[in-house]
């Protein structure tokens, strides 16, 4: 028997929520699930999904405290999507003025990546099937 089936989702919390929303549904193309707001909490939380597949759950709070991105400190890192080709992604981010990283190979798949960031300078990574 193995105790996990896959990555359910992932959270994040966001300090601007229409900012975030846009980014993640215009510019990342994620389908909105579901979205509410808590009045109890002042917070929206959206459910996003890709290809079908929930991902992600974007959250809003008052005065959330920033979190450390760059340099690289403890925790989770980043968030990763894996694309056809990194040249289409990286053109339809620049309509949207979010600019990628230098095209990077990963040493041990010969892959290509790359990063841009959301709003909050959360690391997304790029990485080519």
Same mark, same amino acid.
């Given at each position: 028997m193995k105790p996990m089936n896959k990555v359910h989702h992932t959270a994040i919390i966001c300090s601007n929520y229409q900012v975030s929303k846009q980014f993640y549904t215009e510019v990342l193309g994620l389908e909105i699930i579901r979205e509410v707001y808590r009045e109890k909490r002042q917070s929206y939380k959206l459910d996003l999904a890709l290809q079908g597949e929930y991902v992600i759950e974007l959250f809003s709070f008052p005065d959330p405290p920033k979190r450390p991105s760059r340099p690289e400190s403890c925790g989770l890192r980043h968030i990763a999507f894996e694309? /056809? +080709?990194l *040249? +289409? @992604?990286? $053109?339809h981010c620049k309509k949207h003025d979010v @600019? $990628? *990283?230098? @095209?990077? @190979? /990963?040493e041990f798949t010969n892959k290509r990546f790359t990063f841009i960031a959301d709003p909050d300078d959360l690391p997304i990574e790029f990485y080519e099937k």
């Open positions: 694309v /056809d +080709n *040249e +289409n @992604i990286i $053109a @600019i $990628a *990283e230098p @095209i990077r @190979i /990963d």
